[in-house]
T-cell receptor, first 116, second 113 residues
Framework: ETGVTQTPRHLVMGMTNKKSLKCEQH?????MYWYKQSAKKPLELMFV???????ENNSVPSRFSPECPNSSHLFLHLHTLQPEDSALYLC???????????????FGQGTRLTVV | GQNIDQPTEMTATEGAIVQINCTYQ??????LFWYQQHAGEAPTFLSY????GLEEKGRFSSFLSRSKGYSYLLLKELQMKDSASYLC??????????????FGSGTQLTVLP
């Protein structure tokens, strides 16, 4: 248990469905992240929120829409996904560090998404 | 941008020592992390280096050379439970409100009896 909880753990959805992934952290962190992990590929950073404001969007398709209502909760809204979007979606949180400060990211268990 | 390289797979024997290397090229550097990820589980933090040298933590040690863009993770007295993927990640320097972690593809370590 890392203090970061993701639901659901597994999700199967059709290409015309709309679903949402949820992430919650109880660590008092001020930064939250969505990562995508596909087989044999590095973890890809999708979105970064700091103090509830989106600070980075790494060229993610608009069919992925993040929402951060407060510093403890993060959502990823999904619509009209493609089969190649099937992957493990990981949420993480950290304390935004000062220079050189060790503030590791804590990861949730992930949502295994399958698009059919 | 960032470019991080690490071997795809390694195999070692229980009780042995293994060194997993990581090289990186980055436009800014603010620390290097190693994470362990077992199949189907979340990555968990192992170590952090921001200055050159060796950081030791029990059976695990991590080394950094910033001038060479090089790090390694050293695992001693290997146990079967150490079979996992080991992820090298580099944090960029300040470029806004939050600093990003960029990950390598991971090294899948298999420990044999």
């Amino acid at each position: 248990e890392t203090g970061v909880t993701q639901t659901p753990r597994h999700l199967v959805m059709g290409m015309t469905n709309k679903k949402s992934l949820k992430c919650e952290q109880h660590l008092g962190h001020n930064a939250m992240y969505w990562y995508k992990q596909s087989a044999k590929k590095p973890l890809e950073l999708m979105f970064v929120y700091n103090f509830k404001e989106q600070t980075e969007n790494n060229s993610v398709p608009s069919r992925f829409s993040p929402e951060c209502p407060n510093s403890s909760h993060l959502f990823l809204h999904l619509h009209t996904l493609q089969p190649e979007d099937s992957a493990l979606y990981l949420c993480a949180s950290s304390q935004d560090p000062r220079d050189g400060e060790n503030t590791e990211a804590f990861f949730g268990q992930g949502t295994r998404l399958t698009v059919v | 941008g960032q470019n991080i390289d690490q071997p795809t797979e390694m195999t070692a024997t229980e009780g042995a020592i293994v060194q997993i290397n990581c090289t990186y090229q980055t436009s800014g550097f603010n620390g290097l992390f190693w994470y362990q990820q077992h199949a189907g589980e979340a990555p968990t933090f192992l170590s952090y280096n921001v200055l050159d040298g060796l950081e030791e933590k029990g059976r695990f040690s991590s080394f950094l050379s910033r001038s060479k863009g090089y790090s390694y993770l050293l695992l001693k007295e290997l146990q079967m439970k150490d079979s996992a993927s080991y992820l090298c990640a580099v944090r960029d320097s300040f470029n806004g409100s939050a600093r990003q972690l960029t990950f390598g593809s991971g090294t899948q370590l298999t420990v044999l009896p």
